[in-house]
C-alpha cells in the first residue's frame, strides 16, 4: 500500500467549508467564460464561452493539447486570474467580483492548489510550509497547527522528512508534501496543474492514489494531467481544444 488512507478531519475553528453552493446545487458554475490576453499582436483568446458545473465529490481529470486553455481554466476557477467576459462561481460565491485582498484570502481557505514543480518554499522546513497557510488564513488554533501539519504529513507518508528542507526531498516526496499543504486548512477543492509531469510512473501512480482518496472524503478535485492512463482514473473528463470544451465524458476514459 503506497499510502494510508487519508482521515476525514472536519474543520477546527476559523476554517471554512467553503459556503452554501450555488442555487443550481454545483459546487463550481462557470457561465459563458472567456478570456482574452493583450498582446504585441492583438489580442489572443485563450478561452472561448466556456460554460460548465461541477457538483460537490466529483473527480475531473482535464485534459487536451498544449495550448488549449487548460491552465487557464484552472486560474479562472482559482481566482488566479479573472474573465475577460462570463461570470465564475465556487461555492456559491461569485468569485469574478472578489477583490485581490479578498481573493487570497478566499483561495487561502476553499481551494488547495498543486503545482507541477511544486512550489514549496525553499527556506522553510517541509513542516513549516504547511502551518503557512494555516497561519495566513488563521485556521485552526495556533497551538494545534504544528501537530495538524504533522499529522497531515503522516498521512502522506513524510513524517520522517518534516524536519528537512524542500530540496533535500525527492520529486515524489516534495509533491506529497504539496498535497498535504492544499489541504492544510481542509478546503472543499482541489486543483492540480499537472502534478505529476516530473514523476515517474509508479510514483505518479501514487500520487493518484493519493487523489482518489481525498475524492472519497467528499473532496472535489480537478486535475489537468497528460498520461491517458491517469485521466482514465477520473470519473469525469474535460477535453479543451482551441480554447472551447470540446468534449465532457462522464464515462472517466480519454479518448481521441
Known sequence: MLVRRLKRNGAASGASNGGSDSRNGSLIDLRGVVKTYE?????????????????????????GPSGSGKSTLLNMITGIDRPTEGQVFVGGKAVHTLSENQLARWRGRNVGVIFQFFQLLPTLTVVENLILPMDFCDTYRRREREGRAMHLLEQVDIADQAHKLPSALSGGEQQRAAIARAIANDPPLIVADVPTGNLDTKTAAGVFELFEELVAQGKTLLVVTHDRSLSARTERVLHLLDGRLHRDENNGKWTR
Open 39 to 63: 498582446t504585441g499582436a492583438g489580442g489572443l483568446t485563450v478561452l472561448k464561452d466556456i460554460t460548465l458545473k461541477v457538483k460537490r465529490g466529483e473527480f475531473i481529470g482535464v485534459v
